[in-house]
């Protein structure tokens, strides 16, 4: 299950969803340098660099959209300046040039929308051997944590769901009582995140400091999300799902499902959604995957390694993973998939997904 992540930089901007200046607006990405304010203090007019070191002005109209507007104001301009401010700029029509106390005059344009989208925060973190790390927050929820010279080390999306989760063809939370909402809510609160940041930006730096051509280094990705997997009457199935990575931008998935009472939300225990116990489902779900046959070592590893946690419940079928490092003769982790019809009377009619539809 190892793999490759791209993350792809398509930025999705809010800019295009909002009220604008019309179908022929430009667009500009980069961080504010300079801010002009009228006699009350209010933001009129700002500067941003772009990545390729190209400046443009732009003037602030009583049409421009600015959003979040909190995030961009001269009050906060004021008193911590304006570096440290990502924005995506909609525009159209040149303004009357703003000009700088130096006479400089610079290009200047009328903005249609203004979207912040990355804050910076100033020694976010600190490593093992006192180097600071600042951050980068994303409005698109993903957080950047970079060395003072602006390499990235790490990249976190951040958790998502289970509230706001929904996937096409399956229940969500929208589907269940508001006591079984609060209760798994409360569950997945206490669980919180199953990765590390500060531990992976120690790792980071590490791999960057080794790296020959500093240059070639690519960032750690680091993520979590939970969300509905399989349902049937009375139980409903979530998988959390956490990216680590492997080494720079190569990552592996770590997948974990929990099982839930419909109109209590109590977490039921793995073991009791089956009509035998433990040893026996082991048993039932390895003679199964045929393949283990010819391979009895690798059974073996795989019966001391089963872990109800891992016991993945989908609508179609249930696996079984194996993260990377639980069999030892296995450099990367292993997943076992089998329908419900290659295991049959295994799992409870109740916990059966879609049992009783």
């Given at each position: 299950?190892?793999?490759?992540?791209?993350?792809?930089?398509?930025?999705?901007?809010?800019?295009?969803?909002?009220?604008?200046?019309?179908?022929?607006?430009?667009?500009?990405?980069?961080?504010?340098?300079?801010?002009?304010?009228?006699?009350?203090?209010?933001?009129?007019?700002?500067?941003?660099?772009?990545?390729?070191?190209?400046?443009?002005?732009?003037?602030?109209?009583?049409?421009?959209?600015?959003?979040?507007?909190?995030?961009?104001?001269?009050?906060?301009?004021?008193?911590?300046?304006?570096?440290?401010?990502?924005?995506?700029?909609?525009?159209?029509?040149?303004?009357?040039?703003?000009?700088r106390e130096s006479g400089?005059?610079?290009?200047?344009?009328?903005?249609?929308?203004?979207?912040?989208?990355?804050?910076?925060?100033?020694?976010?973190?600190?490593?093992?051997?006192?180097?600071?790390?600042?951050?980068?927050?994303?409005?698109?929820?993903?957080?950047?944590?970079?060395?003072?010279?602006?390499?990235?080390?790490?990249?976190?999306?951040?958790?998502?769901?289970?509230?706001?989760?929904?996937?096409?063809?399956?229940?969500?939370?929208?589907?269940?009582?508001?006591?079984?909402?609060?209760?798994?809510?409360?569950?997945?609160?206490?669980?919180?995140?199953?990765?590390?940041?500060?531990?992976?930006?120690?790792?980071?730096?590490?791999?960057?400091?080794?790296?020959?051509?500093?240059?070639?280094?690519?960032?750690?990705?680091?993520?979590?999300?939970?969300?509905?997997?399989?349902?049937?009457?009375?139980?409903?199935?979530?998988?959390?799902?956490?990216?680590?990575?492997?080494?720079?931008?190569?990552?592996?998935?770590?997948?974990?499902?929990?099982?839930?009472?419909?109109?209590?939300?109590?977490?039921?225990?793995?073991?009791?959604?089956?009509?035998c116990g433990p040893e026996?489902?082991?048993?039932?779900?390895?003679?199964?995957?045929?393949?283990?046959?010819?391979?009895?070592?690798?059974?073996?590893?795989?019966?001391?390694?089963?872990?109800?946690?891992?016991?993945?419940?989908?609508?179609?079928?249930?696996?079984?993973?194996?993260?990377?490092?639980?069999?030892?003769?296995?450099?990367?982790?292993?997943?076992?998939?089998?329908?419900?019809?290659?295991?049959?009377?295994?799992?409870?009619?109740?916990?059966?997904?879609?049992?009783?539809?």
């Open positions: 299950m190892r793999k490759r992540c791209v993350w792809l930089a398509a930025l999705v901007l809010c800019l295009g969803l909002l009220p604008g200046c019309g179908s022929g607006d430009k667009r500009v990405y980069g961080e504010v340098t300079e801010w002009f304010g009228d006699d009350g203090g209010k933001l009129t007019a700002f500067v941003v660099e772009t990545d390729s070191g190209k400046e443009l002005g732009f003037r602030l109209t009583e049409e421009s959209i600015v959003w979040p507007m909190e995030d961009f104001t001269g009050e906060r301009f004021a008193v911590e300046g304006p570096a440290g401010v990502i924005v995506s700029v909609s525009y159209q029509g040149r303004a009357e040039a703003l000009t400089e005059k610079i290009r200047t344009y009328n903005a249609c929308s203004v979207h912040v989208d990355e804050l910076l925060t100033l020694n976010a973190a600190t490593l093992s051997d006192g180097t600071p790390i600042h951050m980068w927050k994303g409005f698109w929820d993903t957080n950047r944590y970079v060395l003072e010279d602006g390499t990235e080390l790490l990249r976190e999306q951040m958790p998502h769901g289970p509230a706001d989760s929904y996937v096409i063809g399956l229940e969500s939370m929208d589907d269940l009582s508001e006591t079984a909402k609060k209760s798994i809510l409360a569950f997945y609160e206490k669980q919180g995140l199953l990765y590390d940041v500060p531990a992976e930006l120690e790792r980071a730096y590490a791999d960057y400091l080794a790296c020959g051509d500093k240059g070639k280094f690519d960032f750690y990705i680091v993520g979590q999300e939970v969300s509905p997997c399989a349902s049937s009457r009375r139980v409903m199935y979530f998988l959390t799902t956490v990216i680590l990575p492997v080494s720079g931008s190569e990552c592996t998935e770590v997948r974990q499902c929990a099982v839930f009472d419909r109109q209590t939300g109590e977490c039921i225990p793995a073991w009791d959604l089956f009509t026996e489902v082991k048993g039932a779900v390895l003679d199964a995957s045929a393949f283990l046959e010819d391979d009895p070592g690798l059974r073996a590893e795989m019966e001391a390694a089963f872990a109800p946690e891992h016991i993945i419940i989908c609508q179609e079928d249930l696996s079984v993973d194996f993260p990377a490092g639980t069999l030892p003769s296995q450099e990367h982790s292993y997943c076992l998939g089998l329908d419900y019809g290659e295991i049959p009377g295994l799992l409870h009619d109740w916990a059966l997904p879609r049992a009783g539809e």
